[in-house]
Nanobody, 122 residues
Framework: VQLQASGGGLVQAGGSLRLSCVASGRTFSNYVMGWFRQAPGKEREFVSAINWSGSIQRYTDSVKGRFTISRDNAKNTLYLQMNTLKSEDTAVYYC????????????????WGQGTLVTVSS
């Protein structure tokens, strides 16, 4: 499956952004989808994941209550709504797909998008 992420940009602290990830090539609804991020000089870290139907979501603690993951299988699209953004959310955000159960580590994901940069100014 090919993944194309978009929606990043520059936003002030406290603002919002919505990231999108469009999938093509294989049946999108067969995959667990995740969002990861990588800040300069840091390792790629898990942000959120969602199961194939959208009924189960997972979040890293630092984004709980601020970020919402969702998917539209009819549109082959994954979303990440990010509210109350903080400077520490600044990173390149990647969408990823896996056939495994609701996974939270990068090594469990087989397919990756190219990343979209989110910069939060304080």
């Amino acid at each position: 499956v090919q993944l194309q992420a978009s929606g990043g940009g520059l936003v002030q602290a406290g603002g919002s952004l919505r990231l999108s990830c469009v999938a093509s090539g294989r049946t999108f609804s067969n995959y667990v989808m995740g969002w990861f991020r990588q800040a300069p000089g840091k390792e790629r870290e898990f942000v959120s994941a969602i199961n194939w139907s959208g009924s189960i979501q997972r979040y890293t603690d630092s984004v709980k209550g601020r970020f919402t993951i969702s998917r539209d299988n009819a549109k082959n699209t994954l979303y990440l709504q990010m509210n109350t953004l903080k400077s520490e959310d600044t990173a390149v955000y990647y969408c990823a797909a896996t056939s495994a159960v609701l996974a939270t580590t990068p090594s469990e994901y087989n397919y990756w998008g190219q990343g979209t940069l989110v910069t939060v100014s304080s």
